[in-house]
């Protein structure tokens, strides 16, 4: 099982930008498929960006052109970046590595 950290989240105004880190356990790269997600209340969790197959990176179409996933390799973290929030980006975000998730890490667009 991989225990994974997340922070980064917060209070941001709309139009304004955040990075979420996750730290996952063990190594980035014996990990086979890691991802962020989020959770607004009274939705389901949905994909914001994650590493597929392949070796493609997969886009929610709601924040394709304003979010980047990216990752660190020397420092084992895995990245989001999050540029023009949107109220409707307001959710917990939760990391996934191979099925695993973090506690999450709130965000806040609000004005």
């Known amino acids: 099982q991989v225990q994974i950290v997340e922070s980064g989240g917060g209070l941001v105004k709309p139009g304004g930008s955040l990075k979420l880190s996750c730290t996952p356990s063990k190594s980035i790269f014996s990990i086979f498929a890691m991802g962020w997600y989020r959770q607004a209340p009274g939705k389901q969790r949905e994909v914001v960006a994650a590493y597929v197959s392949g070796g493609k990176t997969t886009y929610a179409d709601s924040v394709r052109g304003r979010c980047t996933l990216d990752r660190d390799n020397t420092k084992n973290i895995l990245y989001l970046l999050m540029d023009n929030l949107k109220p409707e980006d307001t959710a917990v975000y939760y990391c996934?590595?191979?099925?695993?998730w973090g506690p999450g890490t709130q965000v806040t667009v609000s004005s």
């Open positions: 996934n590595a191979d099925e695993d």
